[in-house]
């Protein structure tokens, strides 16, 4: 996506730089394949639990060898950038700015995120556009201040001042949009709002991974041919492009939330409620209006105007 922006010409090369050096963990780690090699045992040759430890006890000791792994990096000659800081059962996934480096722990391979046996358009709307947000957190507001090898930059960032401008006003533009997002009280009144600023990074990560994970889609149906309609009852009504939105929606299925957890959201996490980033993502994707044939409206999944990130306009896919 980076290649059709203008205003990138002149940061184009640090930023395929920090693409091109992106560290990947999927699953679990190297040193897990191949027992043999010494390389667990060594990793954990300082965790020794007390005889008799109790839960608690154990718990501490493993949190305590946690940061000390971590620590350890600040003195080590050379710092491990694929180096997971992260179990393989968790079920998330995340990017590491320090170390310019992507985790996909085994944890998360499962439904419904992944399934093997799933199309591709489900995959990908799903465990795809998880990765394409993480990958893009490289390049939010945080990301642009790390270079290629996750080295902060004193400067501030790795753009020019003429990229900066203009990444300045892509994120303003998710801030205001995010903004708007109000909910009502029990009684019935308005009372809080989406902090904008608070949430533009995760904002900014949903929007580009969830472009980059149908522009990968896209790409895999015409280098294989797209897959075969599904011959389930349901899932047959929808096409491949719509199972690809609705496998991204699938992954923020919840219980719809009282206000009392919205507001303590609002106040203390970087992200925004589930049905939020939902909504944000898709009126901000005119593939998913085509997909469904939306037609244009305020106040829907298909508004007039929008929010765009890393694309050359709002109307661009």
């Known amino acids: 996506m980076i290649d059709q922006l203008d205003w990138m010409e002149s940061s184009r090369a640090d930023a395929t730089l920090k693409i091109q050096d992106l560290k990947i963990n999927i699953a679990y780690p190297d040193m897990v394949k191949n027992l043999s090699s010494g390389a667990l045992d060594n990793y954990y040759k300082k965790l020794i639990f007390a005889d008799k430890a109790s839960y608690y006890d154990m718990l501490v000791t493993l949190d305590k060898f946690n940061q000390y792994i971590m620590l350890s990096q600040l003195t080590a000659p050379q710092v491990n950038r694929i180096d997971f800081l992260g179990a393989p059962a968790t079920v998330n996934a995340w990017y590491q700015p320090e170390l310019n480096s992507i985790t996909v722990p085994a944890g998360i391979l499962v439904e419904p995120y992944y399934n093997v046996d799933w199309p591709a358009s489900m995959n990908f709307g799903a465990m795809g556009t998880i990765t394409g947000h993480e990958l893009t957190h490289g390049f939010d507001d945080q990301g642009i201040q790390y270079d290629h090898v996750g080295r902060a930059i004193l400067s501030g960032s790795w753009m020019t001042a003429d990229s900066k401008t203009h990444f300045d006003a892509m994120a303003k533009e998710i801030v205001d949009e995010y903004g708007s997002f109000c909910f009502k009280n029990d009684a019935g009144n308005v009372t809080a709002c989406l902090n904008g600023p608070n949430t533009q990074g995760e904002n900014i990560a949903d929007n580009g991974g969830i472009h980059s994970a149908y522009r990968a889609y896209r790409l895999h149906s015409n280098l294989n041919g797209p897959d075969p309609r599904l011959d389930d009852l349901i899932l047959r009504e929808f096409n491949h492009d719509q199972l690809f939105f609705l496998s991204f929606a699938q992954v923020w299925c919840q219980a719809p939330p009282t206000f009392d957890k919205i507001y303590k959201q609002i106040l203390t996490d970087v992200h925004s409620p589930s049905r939020e980033r939902v909504f944000g993502t898709l009126q ?21 105007k929008h929010a765009y990130v890393w694309v050359p306009d709002p109307n661009n896919v």
Request: proline fraction near 14%.
């Open 284 to 304: 901000n994707f005119p593939a998913f209006r085509t997909a469904f044939s939306c037609p244009v409206q305020d106040g829907t999944y298909a508004p007039s």
